[in-house]
C-alpha cells in the first residue's frame, strides 16, 4: 500500500486540508510531521466547516488513525480545545488519534517570547502567527525542549521547567522588558493537560512501522508551505520547521525508504500571509478581488492574505525540492471573473530573466516578475465534473500551468466542498489509489 506525502507548494494556504480530507478513505493512516498550530486547515463537509491547527484532516473520517509525528510542536491547550470541539461534534478520538512521545510541547512563554521578538525585529519582523512556534523549536535545536513525554513523568517536568522557565524570565525582563512566568502556575496546568493527554500519547514511530509492515497505507499531511521551509524558503521570511517533503521522514521517523510518492498543493493563484518577499504580488482593485472571491484571510489569525499570480518559477522549485510527482490544483474558480490571467513565468534581475528560484534573499527581494498573460474565462467554473466541462480557456491556462511546472496535475477543485472536485485524465493519483475514481465520478 502506498505512503504518500502532501506538501504545500507556495507559501501555505493552498487547500492541503480539502486534498488530505479527499485521500484519507483511500488510506489507513494520516500523520502530520511539521508546524504546530500555526497551521490551520480548513475543511467543509456539507454545511460543517472544520478547521483544524493540529489534529490532521483525516480525524473526520471514522476509522482513519491519526498521528501527530515529532516533528510536530504542539500547544497542549489548544490542542485540547480542538479535540473537545470535535468530540462535541461527535468524532471519535479514542484509538484514532495518536501523539508522538517526541514531539516538543509550546510552553507559555514560547508565545510571549515570540511577540517580544517580533516587536524588536521592528521592519524586520517575519509577521509570525504568534502561537511560540518559532521560539518552540529554538528550544528543540537548543536541546532544553520540554516533550510529550516529559508530561508524563511530574518530576522530570518540574526539573526542566524549572530550568526553563529561570532562563527565559531573565531574557523575557532583561532583554524584552516584558512580563515573566511562574513555574508552580505552569505546573498546575500543565499537569492538567497531562492527564487529558496522557491516553494518546506514544512510540508513534514505532507503531507506524508496524503499522506499515502490515501492509497500512500512511498520508503524510504537510502543513505551511515549500516556500515556508526553514532550509528551502525565503528565508528569514519562514516558519521554523521542515516543510517540505524531506520532513515527512524527520517529522514521523518513517525512513524515505518506505515512502512512494509526493503530492504537492498549489492554488491556481497565489498568498502569502505575514513579511517577506513576494515576486507576483497583486496590487489595487485585483488584489481586493481575489482576496474577497478566495476568502483569503488566515484561518488561524484572521490577517488579510497578500494575493499575487500564479508563480511557476515558484511552482518548479517546488517539485525540484519536494520531488513532486503530481499536483493537485486548487481555487481554479476564485479567476473565474478576471478578464486576463497573468503567469509569472520568470524574475527580471538586473538586467538577466532568472528562470530558477534565486537561493539569495537579495535576489529574490529585488526580483521583478515577467508575465505572460492568457484570457480570461468569464464562466462558472464550479460544478464541472471533469476537465472537458471546463471552459476551453480555462483548460488552455491549466495547460499552460502544467507545461510550466513540468508535472501533471492530478486533482482540479473549483470550490471548498468535496464534491467540487474534478479527478483530471490519467491522473497519477489512480496510480496510487484506484479507488479514488469511484469515489470523485
Ligand atoms: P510562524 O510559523 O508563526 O513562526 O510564522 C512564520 C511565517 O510563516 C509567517 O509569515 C506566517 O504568516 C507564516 N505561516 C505560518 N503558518 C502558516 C500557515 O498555516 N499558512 C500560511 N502562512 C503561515
Given at each position: 500500500m502506498p505512503n504518500i506525502v502532501v506538501v504545500g507548494t507556495q507559501w501555505g494556504d493552498e487547500g492541503k486540508g480539502k486534498v488530505v480530507d479527499l485521500l484519507a478513505p483511500h488510506v489507513n493512516v494520516v500523520a502530520r510531521f511539521a508546524g504546530g498550530n500555526n497551521a490551520g486547515h480548513t475543511v467543509v463537509v456539507g454545511r460543517e466547516k472544520y478547521v483544524l491547527h493540529t489534529i490532521p484532516s483525516g480525524i473526520l473520517h471514522p476509522g482513519c488513525r491519526c498521528v501527530i509525528g515529532?516533528?510536530?510542536?504542539?500547544?497542549?491547550?489548544?490542542?485540547?480545545?480542538?479535540?473537545?470541539?470535535?468530540?462535541?461534534?461527535?468524532?471519535?478520538?479514542?484509538?484514532?488519534?495518536?501523539?508522538?512521545?517526541?514531539?516538543?510541547?509550546?510552553?507559555?512563554?514560547?508565545?510571549?517570547?515570540?511577540?517580544?521578538?517580533?516587536?524588536?525585529?521592528?521592519?524586520?519582523?517575519?509577521?509570525?502567527?504568534?502561537?511560540?512556534?518559532?521560539?518552540?523549536?529554538?528550544?528543540?535545536?537548543?536541546?532544553?525542549?520540554?516533550?510529550?513525554?516529559?508530561?508524563?513523568?511530574?518530576?522530570?517536568?518540574?526539573?526542566?521547567?524549572?530550568?526553563?522557565?529561570?532562563?527565559?524570565?531573565?531574557?523575557?525582563?532583561?532583554?524584552?522588558?516584558?512580563?515573566?512566568?511562574?513555574?508552580?502556575?505552569?505546573?498546575?496546568?500543565?499537569?492538567?493537560?497531562?492527564?487529558?493527554?496522557?491516553?494518546?500519547?506514544?512510540?508513534?514511530?514505532?507503531?507506524?512501522?508496524?503499522?506499515?509492515?502490515n501492509g497500512y497505507s500512511v498520508l503524510f499531511e504537510g502543513a505551511q508551505a515549500t516556500m515556508l521551509d526553514v532550509d528551502h524558503g525565503t528565508y528569514p521570511y519562514i516558519t521554523s520547521s521542515s516543510t517540505t517533503a524531506g520532513g515527512a521522514s524527520t517529522g514521523t521517523g518513517v525512513p524515505p525508504t518506505r515512502i512512494h510518492g509526493v503530492l504537492g498543493v498549489s492554488k491556481a493563484y497565489t498568498t502569502r500571509v505575514g513579511g517577506g518577499p513576494f515576486p507576483s504580488e497583486m496590487s489595487g482593485a485585483i488584489a481586493e478581488e481575489i482576496r474577497a472571491r478566495g476568502h483569503e484571510y488566515g484561518a488561524t489569525t484572521g490577517r488579510p492574505r497578500r494575493c499575487g499570480w500564479f508563480d511557476a518559477i515558484v511552482g518548479r522549485y517546488a517539485v525540484r525540492i519536494n520531488g513532486l510527482d503530481t499536483v493537485a490544483l486548487t481555487k481554479l474558480d476564485v479567476l473565474d471573473q478576471c478578464e486576463t490571467v497573468k503567469l509569472c513565468v520568470g524574475y527580471r534581475y538586473r538586467g538577466e530573466v532568472l528562470t530558477e528560484f534565486p537561493e539569495d534573499e537579495n535576489v529574490v527581494a529585488e526580483a521583478e516578475p515577467v508575465y505572460e498573460e492568457v484570457e480570461g474565462w468569464r464562466a462558472p467554473t464550479g460544478g464541472a465534473k471533469n476537465e472537458a466541462d471546463l471552459p476551453a480557456k480555462a483548460r488552455r491556462y491549466l495547460e499552460r500551468l502544467e507545461e510550466l511546472v513540468e508535472v501533471p496535475f492530478c486533482l482540479i477543485s473549483t470550490g471548498p466542498q468535496r464534491d467540487e472536485t474534478i479527478l483530471c485524465e490519467d491522473s497519477p493519483l489512480l496510480r496510487w489509489f484506484p479507488s479514488v475514481r469511484s469515489s470523485l465520478t
Open positions: 515529532c516533528g510536530v510542536v504542539v500547544d497542549p491547550g489548544s490542542l485540547i480545545e480542538e479535540m473537545e470541539s470535535l468530540v462535541q461534534r461527535s468524532v471519535t478520538l479514542d484509538g484514532n488519534l495518536f501523539i508522538s512521545k517526541n514531539a516538543h510541547l509550546i510552553m507559555p512563554y514560547h508565545p510571549a517570547l515570540d511577540r517580544a521578538s517580533e516587536a524588536m525585529l521592528g521592519k524586520r519582523r517575519i509577521g509570525t502567527t504568534g502561537k511560540g512556534v518559532g521560539p518552540a523549536y529554538v528550544d528543540k535545536a537548543a536541546r532544553v525542549g520540554i516533550r510529550m513525554a516529559d508530561l508524563l513523568n511530574e518530576g522530570l517536568f518540574r526539573e526542566k521547567l524549572e530550568l526553563n522557565v529561570a532562563q527565559k524570565n531573565r531574557v523575557l525582563r532583561e532583554i524584552y522588558d516584558a512580563q515573566t512566568f511562574s513555574v508552580e502556575e505552569i505546573l498546575n496546568q500543565y499537569l492538567r493537560y497531562a492527564g487529558w493527554l496522557a491516553p494518546y500519547i506514544t512510540d508513534t514511530a514505532l507503531l507506524l512501522s508496524r503499522w506499515i509492515d
